[in-house]
Structures are given as structure tokens and as C-alpha cells.
């Protein structure tokens, strides 16, 4: 019986190496190691896990009620304290890394923890049916003893199994912006893991009774309960996942509605402006088409019947020429909301950052380039004012740094491509999902989202976005079909 015993305990330093994997793999989906240069950081989850099972074991070795409700107790609390000191991110992530984990760990536990009666009744079998002949060649108490650890050994093949389970399905229902926070929807989160950990708690208290002075296990007086814990157990596991994904699809929901609302007064905003813009547009190319051959004619007349005589009215003349020249944007795109967004912007540009560089020279739209104005639009408005922040952070740093805009286009094979280069402080976080720049500003819900807008009109088109970094140099290179 010692060997079984020892054995039994050999048995639990597989499960303790296995949920100590299953903390890494659920933190390190949450949170960032503080010393995340350090080579395997992330492990130090697991390792101080089994660490906190050994000590704990130790501390806590009476099998009484007190001793599993204070091993639970101690366990939460050490395991919280090495979380705020290892991980970064806000405390209510932590809060819930820790509460989460031991709930889904605990609820996995008792739900496992009841097939020990498949082997309690292998074993009374073995000693009622084959006891006496067995105890007469002395093979009862090994017998008993091999019984008992593959009992435990299949509790633990259980409960690992429940447990990588549900943190397996947690983490594939999380969809996050950026690791390390979490509001104040936590709360919602681990209602259900609250109670598990309640739960947990109040069986075991429950589990050991003492009658007369002998300790019972519950279990033993109602055996029914081999069948009801574990049913608790399992309903509040999938009460967990289940809410967590609930909860993550709304956040996912709400960030597209976010969305489709800004795109939705982006389009409204263009298509009520392109008309007037065209039309204004062709009005001066018009003007300026008109004015340029009655300037032709007035100043051949002036020419012949004062030829040199009055020089005054002469230059008059000439200035009046170059000021309808400059009638006509600066930008000429081949397209007249395109035209009419670069110009804009560039102005806007030149009033924010001093001295900085503007070249449109290089960006041209053909008729072969079948994007809808409002599309475009939409393309070069996030794009040039994601730009023209970039630059403005630069400066604000660095106040000498060289700032610079430059657009441009190019086509290969049947894709046409659309570059929007700009200069930057260098620094830019990536998110892990999406691929795109992390928003600096604040309200994340509502910033953040432009360069999302413009991957979805390049997708639109059979094409798609990505963003460049070298050094101090920042591309948004968006390609679609042409």
C-alpha cells in the first residue's frame, strides 16, 4: 500500500507539468511577460504554477475540508500576486487570468474527481468476488493498489482533458485589439467563473463530514453525488465558455457597427460633396479655357496698337494671365474628386507642418482604373490623414526632422497600385490579428479604423492592403484590379 501511495503521488507531477502548460498557453493569449526580451518568458507561467501546486501540497497535506478550501484560497492568491509582477496590462486582465483559470481548473477537477468511484466500486468487486482467493496468495493488497492508481491516473486524464478543453475554446473565442486590457466588461466575464469558483468551494466543504467523530465522505453516505457534482461541474464549464463567446461576439458585433457607422457618414459626407466638386471642377477648366483666349487675343491687340509704348498696361495684362493659370489646381490626378481630396489635403498638410514635402507628381488615374470616386476617396482621405498625423507626432518630437507626403502609382501586370509614403517617429505596435498599425488616439472604438476601411474597399476590388515600415519610413501600399 505505500508503493501504491507513492505511486499515486508520482502520478500528479504529469498533471502538474500539464496544467502547467495550460496556464502558460491561456495567459500568454492575454498578456505580454514584462521581460518579454528574456528568452522563454513566457514559461515562467507554468513553471511557477507547478512551483505553487508543490508548496501549496506541502502547506496544506491534511485531507480535511479547511485544508482544500485554504490549498484554493492560497493557490488564488499567490497566483495573482505573480501575475500583477510578471505580466503587463491593467489589473482587471489580471483579475480575471487568475480567476478564470482557477475556476475552469477547479470546475475540470470535480468533474474528473468523481469517476474515483468507477475504481472504489473495481476495487469492492475485486474484495467480494475474488478476495479471499486472492488474499490467500497474497495478490489483494497489490491488486487493490494497481486498481487504485489507474483509477487516479484516469481522473487525471479527465480533468487535463476538460481543462485544455475549455481554455482551448476560451481562447479561440477571444478577439482582441491589443493584449494587456481589459474594461470594465471583466465583470460580465467571470460571473460564471465567480460562481465556479463558489461552487468549487462549497463542495469542499461538503465533501468530508464528521459523524461521531469519524470523518465521511460524502460521497460514501450519498453516493448519488458521484453523478450530481460532476454534472454541476461540467454544466458551469460550458456556462463559462459558452458566455465568454457570447460576450466576445458583441464586442465584435458593436466594433462593426462602429465601423459601418463611420464608413456609412464617410460615403454620405463624399457623395454629397462629388457632385459639386465636378461641377466645379469642369466650371474652371471652362473659365480658364475661355479666359486663356481672350487673355491671347487682348494681349496681341495691346501688342500691335501700343507695341511698347505703354509697358504698364502690358504687364497688367500679364498678370492677369498668370493669376487665371493658377485658376487650376496644383494636383493633376486625372480625376477630379481625386484632384480635388489630394489638393485638399495637401493644403491642410502644408498649414500643420512647416516645411514639410508634398509630391503628387507621380500619382496618376487612368480610365483603366475602374474605382468608384467614393471608394477612392475614401482611400486617399484615411490614407493622407493618417499620413499628415504621422508627420505631426514627428515633429512634435522631433522638431527638425524632415517631413514629407509623397503619392504615387504604378501598374503591374493587370494590378494597379496606389502608394502613400510619409515620413514618422519610427515607433508603430502591429497587431498580431489584423496586421495593421495600432491606433495612438485614446477612443480606440471610433479611431483605428480607417486603414480597415481601406482594405475593405481594396478587397472590393479583388485586391488588398498592407503597410511598409523601414526605419523612419511609413507605406501604405493599396492594390486592386484594374
Known amino acids: 500500500m505505500l508503493m501504491a501511495e507513492y505511486i499515486m503521488r508520482m502520478l500528479s507531477i504529469p498533471l502538474y507539468l500539464f496544467e502547467g502548460y495550460c496556464i502558460q498557453f491561456f495567459f500568454g493569449r492575454f498578456a505580454e511577460p514584462k521581460l518579454r526580451r528574456v528568452r522563454n518568458a513566457h514559461w515562467a507561467a507554468g513553471i511557477a504554477w507547478i512551483v505553487i501546486k508543490i508548496v501549496g501540497g506541502q502547506l496544506f497535506r491534511k485531507k480535511d475540508s479547511a485544508a482544500l478550501v485554504l490549498g484554493l484560497l492560497f493557490t488564488t492568491a499567490v497566483l495573482f500576486v505573480f501575475c500583477v509582477v510578471w505580466y503587463e496590462g491593467n489589473i482587471l486582465l489580471k483579475i480575471f487570468l487568475v480567476i478564470q ?16 468511484y468507477i475504481g472504489g466500486s ?34 487525471e486524464t479527465i480533468e487535463g482533458i476538460l481543462l485544455f478543453a475549455s481554455i482551448r475554446k476560451v481562447v479561440g473565442s477571444y478577439h482582441c485589439r491589443e493584449k494587456g486590457k481589459m474594461g470594465k466588461e471583466v465583470v460580465f466575464y467571470l460571473l460564471p467563473a465567480v460562481a465556479g469558483v463558489l461552487v468549487s468551494v462549497f463542495v469542499s466543504l461538503l465533501t468530508i463530514t464528521v459523524t461521531d467523530g469519524v470523518p465521511v465522505l460524502l460521497y460514501e453516505r450519498y453516493p448519488v453525488l458521484y453523478f450530481i457534482i460532476p454534472m454541476i461541474a461540467l454544466v458551469l464549464l460550458g456556462a463559462i465558455m459558452f458566455s465568454f463567446r457570447t460576450y466576445q461576439d458583441m464586442a465584435v458585433l458593436q466594433e462593426e457597427r462602429v465601423e459601418k457607422i463611420v464608413l456609412e457618414n464617410q460615403i454620405t459626407q463624399m457623395q454629397s460633396s462629388m457632385v ?63 484632384d480635388a481630396v489630394v489638393g485638399s489635403k495637401f493644403r491642410y498638410a502644408a498649414k500643420k507642418v512647416k516645411g514639410i514635402k508634398l509630391d503628387a507628381r507621380g500619382f496618376m488615374l487612368s480610365d483603366a482604373v475602374t474605382i468608384k470616386a467614393y471608394d477612392m476617396g475614401i482611400i486617399l482621405n484615411n490614407g493622407l490623414d493618417n499620413a499628415i498625423e504621422a508627420c505631426m507626432r514627428m515633429r512634435e518630437k522631433q522638431p527638425d526632422a524632415e517631413a514629407y507626403i509623397t503619392i504615387r ?41 480607417g486603414l480597415k476601411n481601406i482594405r475593405k474597399c481594396a478587397v472590393k476590388y479583388g485586391g488588398d492592403m498592407d503597410c511598409i515600415v523601414k526605419g523612419n519610413r511609413f507605406t501604405l501600399s493599396v492594390m486592386v484590379k484594374s
Open 101 to 116: 483559470f482557477i475556476s475552469l481548473r477547479e470546475l475540470a477537477f470535480w468533474a474528473g474527481y468523481s469517476f474515483l
Open 122 to 155: 473495481l476495487i469492492d468487486i475485486l474484495v467480494y468476488e475474488a478476495g479471499d482467493r486472492m488474499a490467500v496468495a497474497g495478490y489483494l493488497p497489490a491488486a487493490a493498489g494497481v486498481l487504485a492508481c489507474l483509477s487516479v491516473a484516469l481522473v
Open 276 to 338: 459639386e466638386m465636378e461641377h466645379l471642377y469642369d466650371g474652371i477648366r471652362s473659365v480658364k479655357h475661355d479666359m486663356k483666349n481672350h487673355m491671347a487675343v487682348l494681349q496681341n491687340l495691346i501688342r500691335k496698337k501700343y507695341s511698347g509704348e505703354d509697358e504698364e498696361i502690358r504687364q497688367y495684362f500679364e498678370g492677369m494671365y498668370q493669376s487665371v493659370e493658377q485658376l487650376d489646381s496644383r494636383v493633376h490626378t486625372g480625376n477630379a474628386v481625386s
Open 409 to 449: 502609382s504604378f501598374r503591374a501586370k493587370n494590378m494597379y497600385f496606389i502608394e502613400i509614403e510619409n515620413s514618422f517617429d519610427g515607433a508603430v505596435l502591429f497587431h498580431k490579428d489584423s496586421g495593421l498599425p495600432i491606433s495612438t488616439k485614446e477612443d480606440k472604438e471610433v479611431h483605428g479604423i
